[in-house]
């Protein structure tokens, strides 16, 4: 495939018939923005309209997501001691305001934070101690086990079959929880058609985003309850 370049859409060749594809810049921004903008509906809605479930089936096209930002991230650092420092920052920033929010229990941030231990460790015995762990903390504090699952299958299977285990996963979510899980499936879409063109994932995404909008609804639910 060649590809030449034009300010926002570029033109790919592939055996011999042309089509017109999103710039890297252009899908980096369209799969970063999709992914807050559902995050933070999901969140207000949980917030502020707990009995309404299209805040949620909105807030699971992102699900998928984040896990796939932390394995992009993990594989392109230069420095795995600062970007796992950046992660865990991030989840401890979040904890305060997201604990009032939703009680004691670990935030998300933490989750991808253990998937990101176990897929960093240098062999599968040891891949396999961490993820017991995680068990764990998922029995004692709540900590969700589905972005440390998400992580270990962008990472350790093979890309042709990870949008298949994934879709698994929607659907024993959907049959053991809500079956709205299954709209995370369209995150997946998302992925899988913007992938191809996203070669970094900027900071502030990362470091900013998540405690802040939290911080943002607890404060809000403190003015408008």
């Known amino acids: 495939m060649t590809i030449n370049n034009v300010t926002q859409y570029m033109v790919a060749t592939k055996n011999g018939a042309q089509y017109i594809v999103p710039s890297k810049s252009v899908a980096i921004t369209s799969l970063q923005a999709i992914a807050i903008i559902v995050m933070v509906i999901d969140h207000i809605g949980k917030a502020f309209y707990p009995d309404v479930i299209w805040f949620q089936v909105i807030g699971r096209i992102g699900m998928p997501m984040w896990p796939y930002f932390v394995v992009f991230g993990y594989r392109h650092t230069h ?17 305060v305001p997201y604990q009032l929010l939703h009680g004691p229990e670990l935030n998300e941030v ?4 253990a998937g990101l231990l176990v897929i960093s460790r240098k062999d599968i015995k040891t891949s396999i101690l961490v993820y017991v762990i995680c068990l764990g903390f998922n029995y004692f504090f709540g900590m969700t086990m589905w972005f440390i699952n998400c992580i270990i299958v962008y990472y350790f299977v093979k890309e042709r ?35 191809e063109y996203v070669k970094y994932i900027p900071r502030w995404l990362k470091l900013g985003i998540y405690p802040i909008h939290y911080t943002i609804i607890y404060l809000l639910t403190l003015v408008i309850k």
Do not use: D, T
């Not at 933490?110 to 934070?113: G, P, R, W």
């Not at 049959?175 to 899988?192: A, C, D, K, R, S």
């Open 79 to 95: 420095n795995l001691k600062k970007y796992m420092e950046r992660i865990l920052i991030v989840a401890i920033a979040a904890q």
């Open 110 to 113: 933490f989750s991808l934070f």
């Open 161 to 195: 079959f990870q949008s298949v285990v994934i879709v698994l996963f929607f659907c024993i979510f959907a049959l053991y929880n809500h079956p709205h899980q299954l709209f995370g499936i369209y995150g997946l879409v998302l992925i899988e058609n913007l992938k």
